[in-house]
Nanobody, 116 residues
Framework: QVQLVESGGGSVQSGGSLRLSCAASGFPGGDYCMGWFRQAPGKEREMVARIGTAGNTVYRDSVKGRFSISRDKLKNTLYLQMNSLKPEDTAMYYC??????????WGRGTQVTVSA
């Protein structure tokens, strides 16, 4: 069974930091594009950051300079370091993966809440 399990979410004050992790298991052989998405209640899911098979990264403008995405292929784990958090970052954060960045595999999410 293919699984993506997020962890590291929580409640912090504005300006604080959190590090999210995504443990992957059960994937077929080959390289995968991976990314982080977020969704607030009643709103559409949006891309936060993604990292390609060659290590190239793409960030949403609102998180540039504050968030950093990375991966450890040996541990099959994806990370999202979040610094200088703002209340508008509050959302459920999801880990996703797929060949050619099609993101056909999804985790169940981890909640991030930032208070003013």
């Amino acid at each position: 069974q293919v699984q993506l399990v997020e962890s590291g979410g929580g409640s912090v004050q504005s300006g604080g930091s959190l590090r999210l992790s995504c443990a992957a298991s059960g994937f077929p052989g080959g390289d995968y594009c991976m990314g982080w998405f977020r969704q607030a209640p009643g709103k559409e899911r949006e891309m936060v950051a993604r990292i390609g098979t060659a290590g190239n990264t793409v960030y949403r403008d609102s998180v540039k300079g504050r968030f950093s995405i990375s991966r450890d292929k040996l541990k099959n784990t994806l990370y999202l370091q979040m610094n200088s958090l703002k209340p508008e970052d509050t959302a459920m954060y999801y880990c996703a993966a797929g060949r050619l960045c099609l993101f056909n595999y999804w985790g169940r999410g981890t909640q991030v809440t930032v208070s003013a």
